[in-house]
Nanobody
Framework: QVQLVESGGGSVQSGGSLRLSCVVY????????MGWFRQAPGKEREGVAT???????SYADSVKGRFTGSKDNAKNRLYLEMNSLKPEDTAMYYC??????????????????????WGQGAQVTVSS
């Protein structure tokens, strides 16, 4: 059974940094596409970043230049480095996987329907 587990959430002040991690259990595909999403209270889930096996990336406009996604394919791990955090970045952050995917396809790869498996989420809170 495939399981995605996020870690690294927490509370920081505006301007601070956090690093989220996501590990995939249950399988190890040679190629996959991974995504980070977030959902704030009362808002729809939105795609934040997407990355493929060759580390091609795509980001939402709201996080470009501040967030960086990376992958460790050997360890089946995904990371999201978040810098210059703002109060509006406060949300539950989720990682997602689309297995057997060789290349991201923006903007589809920033949409929920693109992905097959999801983690339970990690809370990020940014105070002003």
């Amino acid at each position: 059974q495939v399981q995605l587990v996020e870690s690294g959430g927490g509370s920081v002040q505006s301007g601070g940094s956090l690093r989220l991690s996501c590990v995939v259990y249950g399988h190890a595909y040679f190629t996959n596409c991974m995504g980070w999403f977030r959902q704030a209270p009362g808002k729809e889930r939105e795609g934040v970043a997407t990355i493929d096996t060759d580390s091609r990336t795509s980001y939402a406009d709201s996080v470009k230049g501040r967030f960086t996604g990376s992958k460790d394919n050997a360890k089946n791990r995904l990371y999201l480095e978040m810098n210059s955090l703002k109060p509006e970045d406060t949300a539950m952050y989720y990682c997602a996987e689309r297995p057997r995917c060789a290349r991201i396809r923006p903007p589809s790869s920033l949409r929920e329907w693109w992905y097959n498996y999801w983690g339970q989420g990690a809370q990020v809170t940014v105070s002003s």
